[in-house]
């Protein structure tokens, strides 16, 4: 497979001027001429920023980023870059250097330290090689290949720290229209935002413009001088712009073709991709787009989308991904290709109009074709992908989830079903597959036949089933899906998953994030964290009513976000759960009536007597009777001066989580058992699920077989041909199972009672007495044998070679150990594992 993989991968040739070139040192010239210019010297500036950024660093954050470096913040960063990334031209991974820090860590932090002593990397330090990735499926020019920066291990410590240091501070100066890379923003605002919009405009049949752009070739155009005037406008010091200018201007770089490095080239412009430090520069030239943009807003050459008296929308952006919203004019594409050019010319980022793309939205599609032609892009329609994710969709249609449902078929590739155990399919289905699906997840509720149909993908896949092919699925999927506290595997539900990443928006709503989409959400809906509302259908009022279709079904998610009060001033007194388990004005509805201010707060309400507000005295019975349970409540309330927050309370720390809210729906629509699966991490994923399938009687043995319909003959077992051979006779009372039991107890000194069932197997384990640890590895011992037993029994039935039966425990033995060694925390010799098992602690 890897073969296969890197003769797909590999470079035959290329086409120059025309003709098909396959030489090697040819091609290898080719590549490198082609990307020594693309990284050439831009030429002579073209202007200069002449207006002051309004969010600067101030002197404090300055400082705390040019602070002298310590041997701690570059051992904290060699940690932070991972194992087995690409070891780039010095060879050495960061593994090595973890694993032999005692011995090489001096050295490295002094070669480290040297760079931010003298703003330069020593000779060599600072090349890199350029792998090539096709962007196509048969690329034959040099330009349909993506450049990634194979980057040395020294180069990447020092970016890494100084990446570590940005991300502190960078939030202050950026602005919330950019979504990349920043604490509290997420790749999917952007979508979410857009697709609100277009669901308003459709609503109140208003015209509006989307203009989609591709910037090309966006990290590899960045001028460094623009990078620098940049920087200083943002309040940067003269020496983090020396260390900037010492990690751009020392950069080589030679091409792989096939593994074999070109002649080095000087880089005089751009970043380098996978940097840790470029993402975080590269956004930063987009803010000076975006202030840009916003002066020419306030000159009015440009109109945006007006949401309310405070708040108008115009552009988007996801690191290089750009939106511009507006309404449909003329003079609104004008001035967004006037703005582009001048951006061009100082950044040298150009415009790839052949890949951006015009939505007119209530505009005939002739008009939009026109106003594409005329600037030289192609036309939007809805729906259409924004950061993968599709926009302006009615997803509640089944076709409209075609796409993510055949993605999920081709991550199966068949190759997987062939070579994976059952263990490695389980391992999969947790990790990939239940993450393949996730961003459309996240923003549209999933119709019910295609969470069928991506459950039935997972199903097949995970009991071996190809396509066309009929098997028998001894255990129910909805079993599979059930967490193993309930005696399933743990996998979860779809349908979880799809309800807990709806949910998350809801959390993020009422936890007052400010990020610009918690604000527009607002400023279209009117919703707030008292009450959640929509105006009109869109995403954000599917997510309210699936959330109050939960309620309805007896899973109230809202009840757990809980409100921790600080100091009262941003919680609504009776509307909000503050105090008790509803809210005030539910639970004293006479004092309610008689509150003059019904949107008072917490702090507001707690700074005076309590009656003060009342529009009359409170009468006696039910009204006096519930004045004095809320004052004996409110004796308890203490306010400080932290400022309010949300906490989820189905964890310790707080924090929404969206498995929490998948083990509650799981929990709630999953089959559940009083019995947890049994789990031993000392040995592999297959063997443990093979000893849970047995602990249903779940294995298709042969009387299991006849149960099921399946013509089989004999019946019996086929070790000893004495007895049916059931699950309890083949794994128990077989004489092979009986002789390997009695050498395991003998084996771990302990004395061995026959038993004839797993059922029975289990009280006598559960009386046996050793340490907790010990205890769980002599489980996986028998977990193992169980393993070597059916093994050798299928061997038995579909291999013709013989296999010795006295063998077994000797096998068993080895097996465990290995698995033991590679898997458990201590290591044990091979004499102690022989002779004093007993004694292992985990």
Avoid at 19 to 25: C, G, R, T
Avoid at 232 to 245: D, L, P
Avoid at 307 to 334: C, K, P, Q
Avoid at 749 to 760: C, E, F, I, K, T
Wanted: overall charge positive; charged content about 20%.
């Amino acid at each position: 497979m890897i073969n296969r993989k890197r003769a797909n991968l590999a470079v035959k040739g290329v086409m120059i001027d025309g003709e098909w070139v396959d030489d090697p040192s040819k091609v290898k010239d080719e590549f490198r001429d082609y990307f020594a210019s693309r990284f050439c010297d831009p030429g002579i500036r073209h202007g200069v920023i002449n207006f002051n950024f309004p969010n600067r660093l101030n002197i404090d954050q300055s400082g705390e980023l040019e602070a002298p470096i310590s041997r701690d913040e570059i051992r904290r960063a060699v940690w932070d870059c991972g194992e087995n990334k690409s070891p780039g031209p010095d060879g050495f991974t960061f593994e090595f250097f973890r694993k032999f820090w005692n011995i090489v860590g001096p050295d490295l932090c002094l070669a480290v330290e040297w760079f931010f002593h003298h703003a330069s990397f020593p000779v060599g330090c600072n090349s890199s090689f350029i792998a090539l990735i096709p962007k196509t499926l048969n690329p034959k020019s040099v330009g349909e290949y993506r450049p990634i920066s194979l980057i040395g291990s020294i180069y990447k410590i020092v970016t890494k720290i100084l990446a570590n240091r940005l991300s502190t501070v960078i939030a202050d100066i950026i602005s919330n229209v950019q979504t990349a890379f920043l604490p509290n923003r997420q790749i999917l605002d952007g979508p979410f935002i857009i697709n609100e919009l277009l669901a308003r405009c459709h609503h109140k049949k208003h015209s509006a413009m989307v203009f989609k752009i591709d910037f090309a070739k966006a990290y590899d155009s960045i001028r460094w001088d623009y990078l620098g005037d940049v920087l200083k406008s943002f309040g940067f010091g003269v020496k983090w712009c020396s260390w900037i200018r010492g990690i751009l201007n020392s950069s080589m770089a030679s091409i792989l073709v096939n593994g074999s490095p070109t002649k080095e080239f000087q880089f005089h412009r751009g970043l380098k991709q996978g940097d840790p430090l470029a993402p975080y520069l590269f956004i930063i030239i987009m803010e000076s787009l975006h202030l840009s943009f916003s002066r020419v807003i306030e000159a009015g050459i440009f109109t945006g989308i007006k949401i309310d008296s405070s708040m108008t929308l115009s552009h988007l952006f996801y690191a290089d991904d750009a939106v511009f919203i507006g309404e449909w004019s003329r003079g609104n594409l004008t001035g967004i290709m006037h703005t582009l050019r001048c951006f061009s010319l100082l950044s040298g980022l150009s415009i790839n109009l052949k890949k951006s793309q015009l939505l007119g939205v209530g505009i005939p599609e002739s008009q939009v074709l026109e106003a594409a032609t005329l600037i030289g892009c192609s036309v939007l329609h809805t729906p259409f992908k924004y950061l993968g994710i599709m926009v302006g969709e009615n997803m509640s249609s089944i076709r409209a989830w075609d796409e993510t449902v055949n993605k999920l078929k081709m991550s199966l590739s068949s190759w997987k079903l062939k070579t994976l155990s059952i263990g490695g399919r389980l391992t999969l289905l947790k990790s990939v597959l239940g993450s393949t699906p996730i961003y459309n997840m996240s923003l549209f509720k999933v119709p019910k036949a295609v969470l069928k149909s991506m459950e039935s993908i997972r199903r097949n896949f995970f009991n071996g089933i190809r396509d066309g092919e009929k098997k028998i699925a001894w255990v129910s999927w909805s079993k599979v899906l059930a967490s193993k506290s309930n005696g399933g595997l743990g996998v979860s539900s779809f349908y979880a998953l799809n309800r807990g990443l709806l949910f998350k928006w809801i959390w993020r709503f009422l936890s007052r994030d400010q990020s610009l989409w918690a604000q527009v959400i607002h400023a279209l809906h009117g919703s707030n964290t008292s009450t959640l509302s929509a105006s009109y259908s869109s995403l954000w009022s599917s997510i309210i009513k699936e959330c109050n279709a939960l309620k309805s079904q007896g899973l109230d998610l809202i009840s757990h976000c809980k409100i921790r009060v600080g100091n009262g001033m941003s919680t609504s007194f009776w509307h909000d759960q503050w105090l008790g388990d509803s809210c005030l004005r539910l639970s004293y509805p006479r004092l309610f009536a008689l509150e003059n201010n019904k949107v008072c707060s917490v702090a507001a309400k707690m700074s005076a007597p309590f009656v003060s507000s009342l529009r009359r005295d409170v009468r006696g019975g039910e009204e006096s009777a519930q004045l004095s349970r809320i004052s004996d409540l409110l004796d308890t309330v203490v306010l400080s001066n932290m400022g309010d927050r949300r906490f989820w309370d189905l964890n310790g720390d707080g924090c929404f989580r969206v498995k929490d809210v998948r083990r509650l729906l799981d929990d709630m629509l999953l089959p559940k058992s009083d019995v947890p699966s049994r789990w031993v991490k000392q040995i592999p994923i297959k063997v443990n699920v093979l000893a849970w399938k047995i602990s249903m009687d779940r294995l298709p043995t042969r009387v299991n077989l006849h149960r099921r319909g399946v013509q089989v003959s004999p019946i019996s077992c086929p070790i000893c041909c004495e007895a049916l051979e059931n699950l309890d006779h083949l794994l128990f009372c077989c004489d092979l199972a009986k002789d390997i039991a009695r050498s395991i107890c003998n084996w771990w000194g302990l004395v061995w009672n026959p038993v004839d069932s797993y059922r029975s197997w289990l009280s006598w384990f559960n009386l046996v007495q050793l340490q907790s640890s010990s205890k769980q590895v002599l489980e996986g011992v028998f977990y193992t044998s169980w393993w070597s037993i059916w093994s050798y029994r299928n061997h038995l039935l579909f291999s013709d070679s013989n296999l010795r039966k006295d063998g077994i425990f000797e096998d068993i033995v080895r097996r465990s150990f290995s698995w033991y060694i590679a898997r458990g925390k201590n290591s044990i010799s091979w004499d102690s594992w022989i002779q004093h098992p007993f004694l292992i602690s985990l």
